[in-house]
């Protein structure tokens, strides 16, 4: 006959028990605790929603991009048509993208992160700055402020690194711009 159950042995057996999902689904790339059977009997068939919806927006861009090509004449022959390396590259992406909607049925993955407006905000102001700087301050001064404005959308930002990073790339783009290409590009601002 066996002993009866006390309360504290129940809650122990109870945190072992939910320890043991909570391990299988970390192992399996998951941190809700549950295990496989139960999370694709509670959401459909979707093991992996961020490769899932992400193959369908390539998809969908894919569509779009074949959509916006209609009108170019196609392959004629042998020959190449306007139209041919547009269809041809949004084949490829409708492709791939029903591989990664396929892997998020397939395979166990992170969940779908909440989106952070923050960086993709402030890179649009660095580009929109570097638009407005660029005929007023010169190439040098415009690449470096909109680099830096564009790396302060970044949690992972940090002075030093940034300075260096812009510095560098405000070197490359004068050396590509100016020198190798030989485009007239105002370097500092005139002051008149």
Known sequence: MSEPVR??????????ASGQATAQGAHE????GQ???EQS???FFIRS??????????IGLAIVA????RDLPGQRGFAFGPGTAPRLFSGLLAALGAGVALMGVIDYGPPIEKYKFRGPILVIIGILAFAGMIRPLGLVPATFLAFMISIIGSTEMRWIESLIA??????????????????PF???????
Do not use: H, K, N
């Open 7 to 16: 309360p504290e042995q129940a809650s122990g057996r109870a945190a072992e």
């Open 29 to 32: 790339g998951r941190t809700d």
């Open 35 to 37: 295990l496989p059977s």
């Open 41 to 43: 009997r509670l959401f």
């Open 49 to 58: 929603p961020r490769d899932f919806w992400g193959g369908l927006a390539l």
């Open 66 to 69: 074949i959509w916006a090509s």
């Open 166 to 183: 812009a510095a560098a790339m405000t070197l490359f783009c004068v050396l590509l711009f100016v020198y190798l290409l030989g485009l």
């Open 186 to 192: 105002q370097l500092w601002p005139r002051f008149y």
